[in-house]
């Protein structure tokens, strides 16, 4: 099979709040969708409806031609493979799609967070797979959006000026071309280290947890997470937390900036509040954020996810590049006891995104061509 | 029958006011001693002396109206003829009681800081050196406040808790069994610790208060500490962490030579009596009896963290770099308390650099505790 120009059918794997999201965006914008789930359960609701009820930028029920738990069958055709799944499910699809993958598919991992591409295609390779890949990520989901019954997803909005790279950084301009019908919104960035190290989940949602546990653990986050959670102190921890990631990126060249003007540009707070340096600020004047709860629990993706994918990779190129990230190892060590799992050894390390051995020297050619 | 010895309580809050009710109910000669500057502290007992003591739970000690013999803000009068002076007060006040205290103490007294925070009987000793006139006086160092308690009033504290067994030690630690005849005589269930390196690692403010606090930082500052810190707030997760410091703790006693201990064992010795039971720290501290009224601060800042941290966490961090432990949860309480407070602890700590002991090797640490300068 020759490289596709353009893209006519889409694998996605992954029937969570973003699975869905995107399956009923794009087979209603008239591509062919396969969508994938590990679990028959969450597949169930979907299959006995014939697809998905979608409100919001995308209105009316959308039908779904194939539904399965079998990845091949999945992938089977398809000229693009989005992975909407957690980071702690790379490993998972890299072995799964190992013996199924050929280098004119390429592989959209959406979100990528911080590392996905990396550490997926050393997985990849791990598992076997030895051809030429293609992948490429975005900063966070495309989608801002949420399961709203078992067959309902609401799509609030396509999320804007969202960071895009590819992995190896040579498919960049050709990746972005073929996503942009897609996914207009996405904008190309130098790298995936920069799109890395543009996390900003990472940033806040791990003090918000940390140093709420309390809260969280006694009244099953009876609060609201950002309003209310994120506050003085904690907002402080958040900018410590910033600055290093900016330190992190200034030692390696890559462009960063800074979590509160993003958080402006993203729309999700006022000018006032940026202009005042105080996240807690930006957090309570944060209108798309007023009344989102704090998770239940410190089960939850804000902790395994962000730390475990967010955080310790960010510390490991902080390693890397020779800064010193006090604040991020302090919160990954901390939330470590806490929930009581090793984020450290189970996280994302400079192993895992097949970085162990390379100098910040390397780097830019590693990243570009993927050897 | 043998008097008991007179008594000198330096300090002015909830601990100095019930360590002197208590002593004075039970017959002892009781001075209170707060330092000028610091007279609202102690107004509403200036005039009259007297100190309501309730009691709240079963402590087992009794309560009562104690007329104390002396209550001032002059160092002269407080200490003379003290035979045992108490230093009941935070850390960071045990150096200004020591630089006004030292000129007027008097041969023969044994001075015991309650608790001595880590560093605290080292601090006292340098200025005496400096400030003294070589007066013969023993210095110790008690694990850890004896009461749990607080002041409802100027002239009325409660009394929660009562800790019976406490380990004290002298600096240097070759005196500690003359100084425990002594104590003795005050509280009968003082036991020895090897030094006061021992003392300062089993004080269990820097294993419990810290983390506590970090966890609920935003629940804190939020709502001004509305909710019950060890009820509410010390949730698995919390106690998770605070169990983790306590590892720390037990390790970097173990590698001195001390058999520290742990946190959950010594909450049962201390507390058990009054109805605390548990197999982790969760239990524990989240159903202790002793707690049932401790609200949370209404600040993040509070000596939770503003005495925890500088005079007991990063002395144990210090301290963990001597003794070639790592301490990384310890350290990221640190870290995290720093940022949260906007203070450099690290800067701002009683550690081993302060105490005039940087670049010194165990083995010589050890000597210096044991043996003296």
Same mark, same amino acid.
């Given at each position: 099979?020759?490289?596709?120009?353009?893209? &006519?059918?889409?694998?996605?794997?992954?029937?969570?709040?973003?699975?869905?999201?995107?399956?009923?965006?794009?087979?209603?914008?008239?591509?062919?969708?396969?969508?994938?789930?590990?679990?028959?359960?969450?597949?169930?609701?979907?299959?006995?409806?014939?697809?998905?009820?979608?409100?919001?930028?995308?209105?009316?029920?959308?039908?779904?031609?194939?539904? /399965?738990?079998?990845?091949?069958?999945?992938?089977?055709?398809?000229?693009?493979?989005?992975?909407?799944?957690?980071?702690?499910?790379?490993?998972?699809?890299?072995?799964?799609?190992? %013996?199924?993958?050929?280098?004119?598919?390429?592989?959209?991992?959406?979100?990528?967070?911080?590392?996905?591409?990396?550490?997926?295609?050393?997985?990849?390779?791990?598992?076997?797979?030895? *051809?030429?890949?293609?992948?490429?990520?975005?900063?966070?989901?495309?989608?801002?959006?949420?399961?709203?019954? %078992?067959?309902?997803?609401?799509?609030?909005?396509?999320?804007?000026?969202?960071?895009?790279?590819?992995? %190896?950084?040579?498919?960049?301009? !050709?990746?972005?071309?073929?996503?942009?019908?897609?996914?207009?919104?996405?904008?190309? &960035?130098?790298?995936?280290?920069?799109?890395?190290?543009?996390?900003?989940?990472?940033?806040?949602?791990?003090?918000?947890?940390?140093?709420?546990?309390?809260?969280?653990?006694?009244?099953?986050?009876?609060?609201?997470?950002?309003?209310?959670?994120?506050? !003085?102190?904690?907002?402080?921890?958040?900018?410590?937390?910033?600055?290093?990631?900016?330190?992190?990126?200034?030692?390696?060249?890559?462009?960063?900036?800074?979590?509160? !003007?993003?958080?402006?540009?993203?729309?999700?707070?006022?000018?006032?509040?940026?202009?005042?340096?105080?996240? +807690?600020?930006?957090?309570?004047?944060? !209108? %798309?954020?007023?009344?989102? *709860?704090?998770?239940?629990?410190?089960?939850?993706?804000?902790?395994?996810?962000?730390?475990?994918?967010?955080?310790?990779?960010?510390?490991?190129?902080?390693?890397? +590049?020779?800064?010193?990230?006090?604040?991020?190892?302090?919160?990954?060590?901390? /939330?470590?006891?806490?929930?009581?799992?090793?984020?450290?050894? /189970?996280?994302?390390?400079?192993?895992?995104?097949?970085?162990?051995?390379?100098?910040?020297?390397?780097?830019?050619?590693?990243?570009?061509?993927?050897? | 029958? @043998?008097?008991? =010895?007179?008594?000198?309580?330096?300090?002015?809050?909830?601990?100095?006011?019930?360590?002197?009710?208590?002593?004075?109910?039970?017959?002892?000669?009781?001075?209170?001693?707060?330092?000028?500057?610091?007279?609202?502290?102690?107004?509403?007992?200036?005039?009259?002396?007297?100190?309501?003591?309730?009691?709240?739970?079963?402590?087992?000690?009794?309560?009562?109206?104690?007329?104390?013999?002396?209550?001032?803000?002059?160092?002269?009068?407080?200490?003379?003829?003290?035979?045992?002076?108490?230093?009941?007060?935070?850390?960071?006040?045990?150096?200004?009681?020591?630089?006004?205290?030292?000129? #007027?103490?008097?041969?023969?007294?044994?001075?015991?800081?309650?608790?001595?925070?880590?560093?605290?009987?080292?601090?006292?000793?340098?200025?005496?050196?400096?400030?003294?006139?070589?007066?013969?006086?023993?210095?110790?160092?008690?694990?850890?406040?004896?009461?749990?308690?607080?002041?409802?009033?100027?002239? @009325?504290?409660?009394?929660?808790? #009562?800790?019976?067994?406490?380990?004290?030690?002298?600096?240097?630690?070759?005196?500690?069994?003359?100084?425990?005849?002594?104590?003795?005589?005050?509280? =009968?269930?003082?036991? =020895?610790?090897?030094?006061?390196?021992?003392?300062?690692?089993?004080?269990?403010?820097?294993? @419990?208060?810290?983390?506590?606090?970090?966890?609920?930082?935003?629940?804190?500052?939020?709502?001004?500490?509305?909710?019950?810190?060890?009820?509410?707030?010390?949730? =698995?997760?919390?106690?998770?962490?605070?169990?983790?410091?306590?590892?720390?703790?037990?390790?970097?006693?173990?590698?001195?030579?001390?058999?520290?201990?742990?946190?959950?064992?010594?909450?049962?010795?201390?507390?058990?009596?009054?109805?605390?039971?548990?197999?982790?720290?969760?239990?524990?501290?989240?159903?202790?009896?002793?707690?049932?009224?401790?609200?949370?601060? $209404?600040?993040?800042?509070?000596?939770?963290?503003?005495?925890?941290?500088?005079?007991?966490?990063? $002395?144990?961090?210090?301290?963990?770099?001597?003794?070639?432990? $790592?301490?990384? @949860?310890?350290?990221?309480?640190?870290?995290?308390?720093?940022?949260?407070?906007?203070?450099?602890?690290?800067?701002?700590?009683?550690?081993?650099? #302060?105490?005039?002991?940087?670049?010194?090797?165990?083995?010589?640490?050890?000597?210096?505790?044991?043996?003296?300068?």
């Amino acid at each position: 099979m020759t490289t596709v120009g353009k893209i &006519r059918s889409v694998a996605i794997l992954g029937a969570g709040h973003g699975g869905c999201a995107a399956a009923a965006d794009l087979a209603s914008r008239g591509y062919t969708v396969r969508l994938q789930a590990r679990n028959a359960e969450r597949l169930k609701p979907l299959r006995e409806r014939g697809g998905i009820e979608a409100r919001g930028v995308v209105q009316g029920f959308v039908p779904i031609a194939t539904m /399965t738990t079998d990845v091949a069958e999945a992938v089977d055709g398809a000229d693009l493979i989005m992975l909407v799944v957690p980071s702690v499910a790379h490993e998972h699809y890299a072995q799964a799609l190992a %013996p199924l993958l050929t280098p004119d598919r390429p592989v959209f991992l959406n979100p990528g967070h911080t590392g996905g591409g990396l550490h997926f295609v050393r997985e990849l390779r791990q598992a076997g797979y030895g *051809k030429p890949v293609k992948t490429c990520e975005t900063i966070s989901l495309t989608y801002i959006c949420r399961m709203e019954g %078992p067959a309902t997803v609401g799509i609030y909005t396509y999320t804007k000026k969202l960071g895009f790279a590819a992995f %190896p950084g040579k498919h960049s301009a !050709e990746l972005h071309t073929l996503l942009k019908p897609l996914y207009p919104e996405t904008v190309l &960035r130098s790298s995936v280290l920069e799109t890395a190290l543009s996390n900003m989940n990472a940033l806040f949602h791990p003090p918000g947890m940390l140093m709420n546990a309390g809260w969280i653990e006694s009244t099953n986050g009876d609060f609201l997470f950002y309003n209310q959670g994120i506050t !003085e102190g904690v907002g402080r921890v958040v900018s410590a937390v910033d600055t290093e990631r900016m330190a992190i990126a200034k030692g390696l060249g890559v462009p960063a900036i800074s979590f509160m !003007e993003a958080f402006h540009q993203a729309g999700l707070t006022t000018r006032a509040a940026v202009e005042s340096g105080s996240v +807690a600020r930006a957090c309570r004047e944060s !209108e %798309p954020n007023k009344t989102i *709860k704090s998770p239940s629990s410190l089960d939850h993706r804000y902790v395994h996810e962000d730390v475990g994918f967010g955080l310790v990779p960010m510390a490991a190129l902080g390693r890397l +590049a020779g800064v010193p990230t006090p604040t991020i190892d302090a919160i990954v060590h901390l /939330t470590s006891q806490a929930v009581g799992v090793d984020y450290g050894r /189970t996280g994302l390390t400079l192993e895992k995104m097949g970085l162990l051995a390379k100098t910040p020297g390397e780097l830019a050619g590693f990243l570009q061509s993927g050897d | 029958m @043998v008097e008991k =010895p007179s008594i000198a309580v330096l300090g002015g809050g909830n601990g100095a006011f019930i360590t002197a009710a208590d002593l004075k109910l039970r017959g002892h000669r009781v001075t209170l001693l707060e330092l000028p500057g610091m007279e609202k502290n102690i107004e509403g007992i200036l005039e009259d002396k007297r100190i309501e003591l309730q009691i709240v739970g079963n402590p087992g000690i009794q309560g009562g109206l104690a007329h104390l013999d002396g209550v001032t803000t002059d160092p002269k009068e407080a200490l003379a003829g003290a035979e045992v002076v108490l230093m009941v007060l935070p850390a960071f006040a045990q150096k200004p009681f020591a630089e006004a205290c030292v000129p #007027y103490l008097e041969d023969g007294q044994i001075v015991v800081l309650t608790p001595g925070n880590f560093g605290g009987a080292i601090e006292f000793s340098n200025i005496l050196s400096r400030r003294g006139n070589g007066q013969k006086v023993a210095i110790a160092e008690m694990e850890c406040m004896i009461y749990s308690g607080f002041k409802s009033s100027p002239c @009325v504290a409660w009394v929660s808790g #009562y800790k019976k067994g406490l380990r004290v030690a002298a600096y240097p630690g070759k005196d500690t069994e003359k100084v425990l005849q002594k104590l003795r005589m005050v509280y =009968p269930e003082l036991r =020895p610790a090897k030094s006061v390196l021992e003392t300062g690692l089993r004080n269990l403010n820097t294993v @419990v208060h810290a983390p506590i606090m970090i966890h609920n930082a935003g629940w804190i500052e939020r709502t001004k500490g509305n909710f019950l810190f060890y009820w509410d707030g010390c949730t =698995p997760g919390v106690a998770h962490s605070a169990e983790a410091v306590d590892r720390e703790r037990l390790a970097l006693g173990q590698s001195l030579g001390f058999e520290l201990t742990p946190a959950i064992q010594v909450a049962l010795e201390w507390y058990g009596h009054e109805g605390a039971k548990g197999n982790s720290m969760y239990e524990l501290l989240s159903t202790n009896p002793v707690y049932v009224k401790d609200t949370a601060p $209404p600040t993040l800042h509070h000596r939770f963290l503003l005495e925890d941290v500088p005079y007991g966490m990063v $002395p144990m961090e210090s301290l963990g770099k001597v003794a070639g432990v $790592p301490t990384p @949860v310890t350290s990221a309480i640190v870290t995290l308390a720093s940022e949260l407070t906007q203070r450099d602890f690290r800067s701002q700590a009683r550690d081993l650099k #302060y105490l005039g002991l940087e670049g010194i090797g165990l083995q010589a640490l050890k000597r210096l505790v044991d043996h003296g300068a």
